[in-house]
């Protein structure tokens, strides 16, 4: 049996396989991952995307976020999917979401993305639409396919009443999605192409799509 350290902190033991010899072999997970596309992840340790609702002043990345990023990549995992990184300014799912849109300034998404990198991680960002799952107390927009309202039973109200999304209204959603994904590979790409594009329409939200924040070549989607 070996231990693994990750920040100071005594992870439970790794099984081991000894090599003949004597020699002992760490568990796959500390040993690097290639995608299909020829980037590789430095082990299979993932941070899953979350929703940290930690945005500064301006719904941007701000101190708090970065020391978090840097605890997460410096304590050796090898993937940091960001948390919710919302396209249109209008639409947040709370008071604390970071937006990413045309208005942005950059830096403080560099900040971000160097801050999530400072330990040899690949950082992908989710960026995402609430659709209808706005809350009922938010300002803005609640948009969906239509106006059914979210059904979680007597909690429902807890939801803002929807309004059914024009045509015009889902090609501006599309179009900042295309914005966002175009920031995001601004914001510090490491010019390596990815698979991980992965575009869903459900019930609950309009469009959820994770890309890399550092390095999202999306005309090749």
Do not use: C
Not at 210 to 216: F, K, T
Request: net charge neutral; no cysteine; proline share 9%.
């Amino acid at each position: 049996m070996s231990t693994y350290p990750l920040r100071g902190v005594l992870m439970r033991p790794i099984p081991t396989s000894t090599k003949p010899g004597g020699s002992a072999e760490t568990s796959a997970i500390f040993t690097p991952f290639t995608l299909p596309n020829g980037t590789v992840i430095p082990n299979r340790l993932v941070k899953a995307a979350m929703e940290e609702n930690m945005a500064g002043r301006g719904q941007l990345p701000d101190a708090p976020l970065f020391e978090l990023y840097r605890r997460w990549s410096r304590g050796g995992v090898g993937l940091i999917i960001t948390g919710n990184v919302m396209v249109h300014a209008e639409a947040l799912t709370g008071p604390a979401g970071v937006v990413l849109d045309a208005h942005s300034p950059l830096q403080p998404f560099r900040e971000w993305a160097t801050a999530a990198k400072s330990g040899g991680a690949q950082v992908w960002m989710q960026i995402n639409h609430p659709g209808r799952q706005v809350g009922a107390d938010m300002p803005g927009v609640a948009w969906g396919p239509s106006e059914v309202r979210v059904d979680i039973g007597k909690n429902s109200k807890r939801f803002a009443e929807p309004v059914a999304m024009t045509a015009r209204q889902i090609a501006e959603t599309v179009d900042r999605f295309v914005e966002t994904a175009r920031l995001a590979e601004d914001a510090g790409s490491d010019d390596r192409p990815h698979g991980a594009d992965d575009v869903t329409q459900e019930p609950g939200s309009l469009i959820q799509t994770a890309a890399p924040l550092i390095g999202a070549p999306i005309g090749q989607r």
